[in-house]
């Protein structure tokens, strides 16, 4: 496999950490900052259609600026020696994109263990694994960015897939907790809700207001840029949770949402 370029003739490339790069949004995120000139580690369960990115970033930028290290986010010990190896190859780390999620379709009266369980691992576990690694190196190098790939599911606990919600509210809230814990560094930690999304993910889900994943990139690179703190997106889904949030619980327990 040949080396990454990690370097221009004048300057060193940033170099980008994707977890969950596969399709969907991790995809799109990697299509855009190739473009952008970073090098890139992609990360995700799908080896062929990682693999099928990787060719298609390296083909398009004409080098190779993508390489793929097939990974599941369940396998935690994995973790410590995966990210050494990625080190190694990258040289240097400066941006880490945590966007791995599964959405299992649960009826209104299911209460499965399994899935539940399955979902706290990918969106929680997961992310602690990885992100625990990528902030004790952030927090030395005194510099940095975390982003995580959350939902408006994380704001408040409603009666459609509990198990979704309380884990991206646990996703959320340690995203946050690195934030404040991180900032002292001067590292950047930025939490994006996307409301939903049209992926391989949400098929089966379906639902209203989908938008394109090039529509949550769009926003979320430019909230990178700005060194945002939270970003919903597309915009209105502020002003949608905003009023979510504030529904008395006598009322929204009766909601059917």
């Known amino acids: 496999m040949p ?44 080896a062929d259609e990682l693999q099928t990115l990787a060719d298609e970033i390296n083909a398009q930028t004409g080098e190779p600026r993508a390489r793929c290290y097939p990974h599941d986010v369940t396998h935690y010990a994995a973790v410590p020696g995966l990210f050494q190896q990625l080190l190694h190859d990258l040289k240097r780390i400066d941006t880490f994109i945590y966007v791995a999620g599964v959405m299992p379709n649960v009826a209104f009266s299911e209460y499965a263990f399994e899935k539940d369980k399955l979902m706290a691992e990918v969106h929680l576990l997961g992310a602690m694994a990885w992100l625990g690694q990528v902030a004790t190196l952030f927090e030395r190098m005194k510099a940095g960015q975390i982003v995580g790939i959350s939902s408006v599911a994380a704001d408040r606990g409603r009666v459609k897939n509990p198990g979704y919600n309380a884990s991206k509210a646990g996703f959320d809230t340690y995203l946050e907790a690195l934030r404040n814990r991180l900032t002292r560094s001067g590292v950047h930690v930025l939490t994006v809700r996307p409301g939903p999304v049209d992926t391989p993910m949400t098929k089966e889900v379906g639902g209203l207001f989908m938008v394109p994943p090039e529509k949550v990139v769009c926003d979320t690179l430019r909230a990178m840029r700005r060194r945002q703190q939270v970003l919903y997106t597309p915009a209105r889904w502020r002003w949608i949770m905003l009023i979510v949030r504030n529904i008395p619980s006598v009322i929204f327990r009766r909601l059917n949402f």
Do not use: C
């Open 3 to 46: 080396a990454l370029n990690t370097d221009t003739p004048l300057s060193s490339r940033p170099r980008a950490v994707i977890v969950g790069a596969s399709s969907g949004i991790g995809a799109e995120l990697a299509r855009q900052l190739a473009r952008d000139g970073y090098a890139l580690a992609l990360l995700a369960r799908r």
